[in-house]
């Protein structure tokens, strides 16, 4: 077997396995929430899942940086390689997560008393935050599928989960 097969194969079971620990602790999240907020758990519910369906929204933008850095990319106007993709990624991820800020800001002026009541001023802040933070998460996760940066992969989406 090649290397590079091998490689893959153990970037595969470390994602996976990172992935499994990640969805675990996200359900143990929602369980102590439930135990512990009882009567109030309705407004964590409807907050964590608008929190990650707006996430969600991002999936692309975590592929398409996973996509930009896993090959050298030509740059035509002057015919040699990027060497700035890295920095690129952060300054449009900046760009993302401030539009996404406002947007989701901007809608929650609908949506935040209908799914959280009399609370939602009190969690658009971390609303905006969680949503931006993730936004860094994608770009940094996409450049270390990108690099096949495994080790690290695994550490940020099982550090992420800890995070939460």
């Known amino acids: 077997m090649m290397s590079s097969q091998r490689n893959a194969i153990r970037g595969g079971v470390l994602i996976a396995t990172a992935t499994l620990i990640a969805g675990l602790g996200g359900y143990g999240i929602t369980i102590l ?11 964590f519910a409807a907050f964590w899942a608008f929190l990650y369906l707006a996430v969600g929204t991002f999936s692309g933008f975590q592929q398409e940086i996973s996509r930009g850095t ?50 939602s001023g009190l969690l658009l802040f971390p609303l905006v935050i969680g949503l931006s933070a993730n936004v ?29």
């Open 33 to 43: 929430a439930a135990r512990s907020l009882q009567s109030e758990y309705v407004y």
């Open 70 to 119: 896993s090959t050298p990319r030509q740059d035509s106007a002057i015919g040699k390689l990027s060497s700035d993709t890295p920095a690129n990624t952060w300054l449009l991820a900046s760009g993302v997560a401030v539009l996404a800020a406002g947007i989701v800001s901007l809608s929650a002026l609908v949506f935040g008393p209908l799914a959280f009541g009399e609370l």
């Open 136 to 164: 860094f998460v994608g770009a940094l996760t996409g450049i270390l599928y990108g690099t096949t940066s495994w080790w690290l992969l695994t550490l940020v989406i099982i550090g992420d989960v800890a995070f939460r």
